[in-house]
Protein backbone atom coordinates (compact mmCIF):
# COMPACT_ATOMS: atom_id res chain seq x y z
CA UNK A 1 0.00 0.00 0.00
CA UNK A 2 1.44 3.10 -1.03
CA UNK A 3 1.92 6.01 2.11
CA UNK A 4 1.61 9.76 1.53
CA UNK A 5 3.42 12.33 3.81
CA UNK A 6 0.57 13.97 5.79
CA UNK A 7 1.48 17.53 5.44
CA UNK A 8 4.48 18.78 6.22
CA UNK A 9 4.81 16.24 8.99
CA UNK A 10 6.58 13.24 9.64
CA UNK A 11 3.75 10.84 9.25
CA UNK A 12 3.01 8.99 6.34
CA UNK A 13 -0.81 7.51 5.77
CA UNK A 14 -1.85 5.31 3.96
CA UNK A 15 -3.21 6.02 0.35
CA UNK A 16 -6.14 4.34 1.06
CA UNK A 17 -8.42 5.42 4.33
CA UNK A 18 -10.84 3.44 5.46
CA UNK A 19 -13.98 4.97 6.31
CA UNK A 20 -16.43 4.70 9.11
CA UNK A 21 -19.57 6.82 9.35
CA UNK A 22 -21.96 3.38 8.56
CA UNK A 23 -20.73 1.70 11.90
CA UNK A 24 -23.13 1.95 14.35
CA UNK A 25 -26.13 2.16 11.88
CA UNK A 26 -25.60 0.18 8.16
CA UNK A 27 -23.06 -1.86 9.93
CA UNK A 28 -22.75 -3.41 13.53
CA UNK A 29 -20.10 -3.77 15.78
CA UNK A 30 -18.88 -7.08 14.48
CA UNK A 31 -18.95 -5.83 11.01
CA UNK A 32 -16.96 -2.92 11.80
CA UNK A 33 -14.22 -5.30 13.70
CA UNK A 34 -14.07 -7.26 10.62
CA UNK A 35 -13.52 -4.32 8.30
CA UNK A 36 -10.81 -3.06 10.62
CA UNK A 37 -9.30 -5.84 10.30
CA UNK A 38 -9.27 -7.01 6.80
CA UNK A 39 -7.87 -3.19 6.35
CA UNK A 40 -4.58 -3.36 8.26
CA UNK A 41 -3.89 -6.41 7.31
CA UNK A 42 -3.73 -4.91 3.21
CA UNK A 43 -1.60 -1.97 4.59
CA UNK A 44 -4.28 0.57 5.80
CA UNK A 45 -2.67 2.40 8.38
CA UNK A 46 -5.38 5.91 8.54
CA UNK A 47 -8.65 5.65 9.89
CA UNK A 48 -11.40 8.62 9.87
CA UNK A 49 -14.28 9.25 12.04
CA UNK A 50 -15.90 12.02 13.24
CA UNK A 51 -18.24 12.34 16.97
CA UNK A 52 -21.17 13.04 15.13
CA UNK A 53 -21.21 9.22 13.69
CA UNK A 54 -22.95 7.19 12.55
CA UNK A 55 -24.73 8.53 9.81
CA UNK A 56 -27.21 9.64 9.28
CA UNK A 57 -26.75 12.01 12.62
CA UNK A 58 -29.50 11.16 15.45
CA UNK A 59 -29.44 11.92 18.96
CA UNK A 60 -29.21 8.23 19.43
CA UNK A 61 -26.48 6.88 17.54
CA UNK A 62 -24.31 9.89 18.08
CA UNK A 63 -20.95 8.83 18.92
CA UNK A 64 -21.52 5.39 18.17
CA UNK A 65 -18.78 4.83 15.55
CA UNK A 66 -16.14 6.44 18.07
CA UNK A 67 -17.13 4.11 20.07
CA UNK A 68 -16.70 0.93 18.07
CA UNK A 69 -13.30 2.25 17.03
CA UNK A 70 -12.44 2.34 21.00
CA UNK A 71 -13.45 -1.33 21.31
CA UNK A 72 -11.13 -2.54 18.81
CA UNK A 73 -8.54 -0.61 19.82
CA UNK A 74 -8.79 -2.33 23.82
CA UNK A 75 -9.55 -5.53 21.80
CA UNK A 76 -6.74 -5.79 19.26
CA UNK A 77 -3.88 -3.36 20.98
CA UNK A 78 -3.42 -1.81 17.53
CA UNK A 79 -3.60 1.59 19.04
CA UNK A 80 -0.12 2.85 18.12
CA UNK A 81 -0.54 1.21 14.57
CA UNK A 82 -3.07 3.70 13.23
CA UNK A 83 -2.88 7.44 12.35
CA UNK A 84 -6.56 8.10 14.14
CA UNK A 85 -8.46 11.36 12.35
CA UNK A 86 -11.67 12.39 13.69
CA UNK A 87 -13.71 15.08 13.92
CA UNK A 88 -15.83 18.32 15.95
CA UNK A 89 -19.09 18.83 14.59
CA UNK A 90 -20.76 22.39 14.00
CA UNK A 91 -23.85 23.65 14.70
CA UNK A 92 -26.64 21.39 13.56
CA UNK A 93 -29.08 19.24 14.66
CA UNK A 94 -27.07 17.26 17.38
CA UNK A 95 -25.69 20.55 18.72
CA UNK A 96 -27.77 23.44 18.14
CA UNK A 97 -25.62 25.73 19.36
CA UNK A 98 -21.93 24.65 18.79
CA UNK A 99 -19.34 27.22 17.67
CA UNK A 100 -15.86 26.46 17.93
CA UNK A 101 -14.87 27.93 21.14
CA UNK A 102 -12.75 26.95 24.04
CA UNK A 103 -15.38 25.25 25.77
CA UNK A 104 -16.68 23.58 23.31
CA UNK A 105 -13.24 21.66 21.81
CA UNK A 106 -12.22 21.36 25.04
CA UNK A 107 -15.41 19.01 25.71
CA UNK A 108 -15.85 17.55 22.07
CA UNK A 109 -11.97 16.13 22.49
CA UNK A 110 -12.83 15.25 25.78
CA UNK A 111 -15.62 12.62 24.78
CA UNK A 112 -13.82 11.43 21.65
CA UNK A 113 -11.04 10.30 23.63
CA UNK A 114 -13.17 8.83 26.03
CA UNK A 115 -15.21 6.87 23.56
CA UNK A 116 -11.94 6.17 21.31
CA UNK A 117 -10.20 4.70 24.59
CA UNK A 118 -7.27 5.85 23.75
CA UNK A 119 -4.93 9.53 25.03
CA UNK A 120 -4.64 11.16 21.92
CA UNK A 121 -5.71 11.71 18.43
CA UNK A 122 -3.43 12.33 15.48
CA UNK A 123 -5.56 14.49 13.42
CA UNK A 124 -8.55 16.74 14.89
CA UNK A 125 -10.95 18.52 12.31
CA UNK A 126 -13.10 20.84 11.70
CA UNK A 127 -16.32 18.76 10.84
CA UNK A 128 -17.49 21.70 8.66
CA UNK A 129 -16.44 26.04 9.11
CA UNK A 130 -18.43 27.62 12.28
CA UNK A 131 -19.07 30.23 8.89
CA UNK A 132 -21.95 30.09 6.32
CA UNK A 133 -19.93 28.82 2.89
CA UNK A 134 -20.74 26.60 0.39
CA UNK A 135 -20.84 22.75 1.61
CA UNK A 136 -22.77 19.89 1.02
CA UNK A 137 -24.05 20.31 -2.59
CA UNK A 138 -24.75 24.25 -1.77
CA UNK A 139 -24.25 25.96 -4.96
CA UNK A 140 -23.69 30.13 -4.76
CA UNK A 141 -22.48 31.80 -1.99
CA UNK A 142 -25.55 32.25 0.34
CA UNK A 143 -27.46 35.41 0.22
CA UNK A 144 -27.90 35.84 3.74
CA UNK A 145 -24.48 34.49 5.15
CA UNK A 146 -23.19 36.48 8.09
CA UNK A 147 -19.80 38.61 6.90
CA UNK A 148 -18.75 39.29 10.46
CA UNK A 149 -16.18 41.83 10.76
CA UNK A 150 -14.60 39.48 13.80
CA UNK A 151 -14.32 36.72 11.67
CA UNK A 152 -10.48 36.04 11.60
CA UNK A 153 -10.27 36.69 15.74
CA UNK A 154 -12.74 33.77 15.75
CA UNK A 155 -10.82 31.60 13.57
CA UNK A 156 -7.80 32.74 15.66
CA UNK A 157 -9.42 31.62 19.02
CA UNK A 158 -10.10 28.42 17.69
CA UNK A 159 -6.76 27.94 16.44
CA UNK A 160 -5.25 29.26 20.04
CA UNK A 161 -7.63 26.69 21.80
CA UNK A 162 -6.57 24.19 19.33
CA UNK A 163 -3.08 24.87 20.23
CA UNK A 164 -3.77 24.00 24.16
CA UNK A 165 -4.33 20.61 23.40
CA UNK A 166 -1.38 19.94 20.97
CA UNK A 167 0.91 21.91 24.13
CA UNK A 168 -0.61 18.43 25.92
CA UNK A 169 -0.22 15.94 23.80
CA UNK A 170 -4.13 15.57 23.39
CA UNK A 171 -3.94 15.98 19.51
CA UNK A 172 -0.76 15.68 17.41
CA UNK A 173 -2.15 18.00 14.14
CA UNK A 174 -5.39 19.44 13.00
CA UNK A 175 -7.16 19.78 9.84
CA UNK A 176 -9.94 21.47 7.92
CA UNK A 177 -12.63 19.98 6.28
CA UNK A 178 -15.81 21.15 4.27
CA UNK A 179 -13.09 24.03 3.36
CA UNK A 180 -13.05 26.88 1.14
CA UNK A 181 -10.01 28.67 -0.23
CA UNK A 182 -10.73 31.53 1.87
CA UNK A 183 -10.68 29.64 4.78
CA UNK A 184 -7.85 27.43 4.58
CA UNK A 185 -5.40 30.44 3.43
CA UNK A 186 -6.94 32.12 6.55
CA UNK A 187 -6.10 29.52 8.68
CA UNK A 188 -2.67 29.04 7.43
CA UNK A 189 -1.55 32.55 7.38
CA UNK A 190 -2.80 32.72 11.08
CA UNK A 191 -1.16 29.53 12.08
CA UNK A 192 2.31 31.74 10.56
CA UNK A 193 1.83 35.15 12.14
CA UNK A 194 1.35 34.06 15.57
CA UNK A 195 3.38 30.97 15.99
CA UNK A 196 0.30 28.28 16.17
CA UNK A 197 -0.62 24.97 14.79
CA UNK A 198 -0.67 24.45 11.12
CA UNK A 199 -3.41 22.99 9.07
CA UNK A 200 -1.62 19.92 7.47
CA UNK A 201 -5.41 18.75 5.84
CA UNK A 202 -8.48 19.39 4.07
CA UNK A 203 -10.94 16.79 3.81
CA UNK A 204 -13.72 17.67 1.43
CA UNK A 205 -15.62 16.01 -1.29
CA UNK A 206 -13.90 14.89 -4.61
CA UNK A 207 -15.16 12.30 -7.48
CA UNK A 208 -15.70 12.36 -10.98
CA UNK A 209 -19.18 13.93 -10.12
CA UNK A 210 -18.06 16.90 -8.24
CA UNK A 211 -14.14 17.73 -9.21
CA UNK A 212 -14.47 21.47 -8.11
CA UNK A 213 -11.91 20.87 -5.47
CA UNK A 214 -9.85 20.94 -8.71
CA UNK A 215 -11.26 25.08 -8.85
CA UNK A 216 -9.13 26.86 -6.22
CA UNK A 217 -8.46 24.44 -3.39
CA UNK A 218 -5.84 21.91 -5.02
CA UNK A 219 -3.52 24.70 -5.59
CA UNK A 220 -3.75 25.40 -1.95
CA UNK A 221 -2.77 21.81 -1.36
CA UNK A 222 0.12 21.59 -3.46
CA UNK A 223 1.86 25.10 -2.31
CA UNK A 224 1.00 24.62 1.08
CA UNK A 225 1.37 20.81 1.28
CA UNK A 226 -2.11 20.72 2.37
CA UNK A 227 -3.28 17.81 0.30
CA UNK A 228 -6.76 16.57 -0.21
CA UNK A 229 -8.13 13.77 2.03
CA UNK A 230 -10.93 12.64 -0.44
CA UNK A 231 -14.40 12.08 1.11
CA UNK A 232 -17.35 10.43 -1.10
CA UNK A 233 -14.74 8.99 -3.57
CA UNK A 234 -17.52 7.50 -5.09
CA UNK A 235 -20.11 9.95 -4.79
CA UNK A 236 -22.44 7.78 -1.76
CA UNK A 237 -21.89 4.79 -4.29
CA UNK A 238 -23.58 6.30 -7.19
CA UNK A 239 -20.75 5.54 -9.58
CA UNK A 240 -21.13 1.79 -8.79
CA UNK A 241 -23.91 2.38 -11.07
CA UNK A 242 -26.34 1.09 -8.31
CA UNK A 243 -28.92 3.70 -8.24
CA UNK A 244 -29.02 3.57 -12.56
CA UNK A 245 -32.61 2.88 -13.99
CA UNK A 246 -34.57 3.90 -10.83
CA UNK A 247 -32.76 1.18 -8.48
CA UNK A 248 -32.68 1.80 -4.93
CA UNK A 249 -31.00 -1.37 -3.32
CA UNK A 250 -31.99 -2.62 -0.07
CA UNK A 251 -29.62 -1.38 3.05
CA UNK A 252 -27.56 1.42 0.05
CA UNK A 253 -26.71 4.52 1.47
CA UNK A 254 -29.72 5.72 -0.46
CA UNK A 255 -32.47 3.48 1.21
CA UNK A 256 -31.04 4.36 5.21
CA UNK A 257 -30.76 7.69 4.55
CA UNK A 258 -33.89 9.50 3.96
CA UNK A 259 -32.26 12.49 3.51
CA UNK A 260 -31.67 14.31 -0.60
CA UNK A 261 -28.63 13.04 -1.46
CA UNK A 262 -26.01 15.69 -3.28
CA UNK A 263 -25.81 12.95 -6.33
CA UNK A 264 -29.65 13.18 -7.28
CA UNK A 265 -29.28 15.49 -9.66
CA UNK A 266 -30.55 16.77 -12.99
CA UNK A 267 -27.84 15.85 -15.32
CA UNK A 268 -26.68 12.51 -12.45
CA UNK A 269 -28.03 9.65 -14.62
CA UNK A 270 -26.44 10.98 -18.10
CA UNK A 271 -23.34 11.64 -16.27
CA UNK A 272 -22.96 8.33 -14.59
CA UNK A 273 -24.02 5.92 -17.57
CA UNK A 274 -20.86 7.87 -19.28
CA UNK A 275 -18.40 6.58 -16.87
CA UNK A 276 -20.12 3.18 -16.92
CA UNK A 277 -19.50 2.87 -20.72
CA UNK A 278 -16.02 4.21 -20.48
CA UNK A 279 -15.24 1.71 -17.58
CA UNK A 280 -17.09 -1.32 -19.65
CA UNK A 281 -15.46 -0.31 -22.79
CA UNK A 282 -12.01 -0.92 -21.32
CA UNK A 283 -13.03 -3.94 -19.62
CA UNK A 284 -12.79 -2.11 -15.90
CA UNK A 285 -14.95 -2.27 -12.71
CA UNK A 286 -16.50 1.24 -12.28
CA UNK A 287 -16.11 1.25 -8.52
CA UNK A 288 -12.54 0.87 -8.98
CA UNK A 289 -12.60 3.52 -12.00
CA UNK A 290 -13.47 6.34 -9.69
CA UNK A 291 -11.65 5.46 -6.99
CA UNK A 292 -8.00 5.00 -9.04
CA UNK A 293 -9.20 8.71 -10.85
CA UNK A 294 -9.08 10.14 -7.38
CA UNK A 295 -6.30 8.44 -5.88
CA UNK A 296 -4.28 9.23 -9.01
CA UNK A 297 -4.20 13.01 -7.99
CA UNK A 298 -0.93 14.62 -7.32
CA UNK A 299 -3.05 16.77 -4.93
CA UNK A 300 -4.22 14.16 -2.96
CA UNK A 301 -3.05 12.60 0.50
CA UNK A 302 -5.26 10.20 0.70
CA UNK A 303 -8.71 8.52 -0.84
CA UNK A 304 -11.35 7.56 2.36
CA UNK A 305 -12.98 5.11 0.95
CA UNK A 306 -16.26 3.87 2.64
CA UNK A 307 -17.90 0.32 2.96
CA UNK A 308 -21.14 -1.04 4.10
CA UNK A 309 -20.27 -5.24 2.94
CA UNK A 310 -16.96 -6.94 2.41
CA UNK A 311 -17.39 -7.56 -1.06
CA UNK A 312 -17.27 -3.72 -1.33
CA UNK A 313 -13.91 -2.90 1.17
CA UNK A 314 -11.87 -5.97 -0.72
CA UNK A 315 -12.98 -4.08 -4.27
CA UNK A 316 -11.89 -0.55 -3.11
CA UNK A 317 -8.90 -1.67 -1.22
CA UNK A 318 -7.64 -3.55 -4.47
CA UNK A 319 -8.52 -0.31 -7.16
CA UNK A 320 -5.14 0.51 -5.69
CA UNK A 321 -3.41 -2.00 -7.72
CA UNK A 322 -5.27 -0.55 -11.25
CA UNK A 323 -2.88 2.52 -12.88
CA UNK A 324 -5.67 4.45 -15.55
CA UNK A 325 -4.17 4.71 -18.85
CA UNK A 326 -3.81 8.11 -20.70
CA UNK A 327 -7.12 7.15 -22.87
CA UNK A 328 -9.03 6.50 -19.81
CA UNK A 329 -8.35 9.62 -18.16
CA UNK A 330 -8.81 11.24 -21.98
CA UNK A 331 -12.32 9.95 -22.12
CA UNK A 332 -13.00 10.92 -18.48
CA UNK A 333 -11.71 14.65 -19.16
CA UNK A 334 -13.83 14.73 -22.36
CA UNK A 335 -17.25 13.31 -20.00
CA UNK A 336 -16.35 15.67 -17.86
CA UNK A 337 -15.75 18.73 -20.25
CA UNK A 338 -18.88 17.82 -21.35
CA UNK A 339 -20.98 17.72 -17.94
CA UNK A 340 -18.96 19.55 -15.42
CA UNK A 341 -19.24 19.20 -12.12
CA UNK A 342 -23.09 17.76 -12.13
CA UNK A 343 -23.33 16.98 -8.39
CA UNK A 344 -21.02 19.77 -6.63
Request: charged share 25%; glycine share 8%; aromatic share 8%.
Amino acid sequence: MEKRKLGRTDIEVSLICLGTMTWGQQNTQEEGFEQMDYATENGINFFDTAELYSIPPTKETQGLTEKIIGNWFASRGKRNDIILATKIAGEGNIFPTRCFDRGNINDAIEGSLKRLQTDYIDLYQLHWPERRVNSFGRLNFPDDAEIRANEIEIMHETLNSLKEHVDKGNIRYIGLSNETPWGVMTFLRLAEEHGLPRVVSVQNPYNLLNRTFELGLSEVSLHEDCGLLAYSPMAGGTLSGKYLNGQMPKGSRRDNDTRSSRYTKPHEIKTVQAYMDIANDNGLNPSQMALSFVSQQRFLTSNIIGATTMEQLKSNIASTSLKLSDDVISAINEVHLDQPNPCP
